[in-house]
Nanobody, 122 residues
Framework: QVQLVESGGGLVQAGGSLRLSCVAPEHIFSGYAMGWFRQAPGKEREFVAY????????DYADSVKGRFTISRDNVKNTGYLQMNRLKPEDTALYYC???????????????WGQGTQVTVSS
């Protein structure tokens, strides 16, 4: 069931930056953890980053640590993923998701967006 809306994807050269946004209805954003996940063609969906409702807890996949930053604006019901120093291997469809639980397991998240494509050229 798609209820979140991602935006901000696109085509960028290696080393460039993109900022993804995720807008959600208040009833599935307020009090919920938010995660970003990605899926490349032929691969399983994988964890990228998550952030707690308060913003006090966050974590990242090792592959993006130091390059990506997750944040949220609980007044605007919007989450963000700032992606810097992008690499060709970051190319994927990026999804945001929310759930009561704070977890890296994508199967645990109840609410999802349709995804936004990120393509990094070498």
């Amino acid at each position: 069931q798609v209820q979140l809306v991602e935006s901000g994807g696109g085509l960028v050269q290696a080393g460039g930056s993109l900022r993804l946004s995720c807008v959600a209805p208040e009833h599935i954003f307020s009090g919920y953890a938010m995660g970003w996940f990605r899926q490349a063609p032929g691969k399983e969906r994988e964890f990228v980053a998550y952030i707690s409702w308060s913003g006090g807890s966050s974590d990242y996949a090792d592959s993006v640590k130091g390059r990506f930053t997750i944040s949220r604006d609980n007044v605007k019901n919007t989450g963000y993923l700032q992606m810097n120093r992008l690499k060709p291997e970051d190319t994927a469809l990026y999804y945001c998701a929310t759930d009561i639980r704070l977890t890296t397991d994508y199967t645990a998240y109840k609410y999802w967006g349709q995804g936004t494509q990120v393509t990094v050229s070498s």
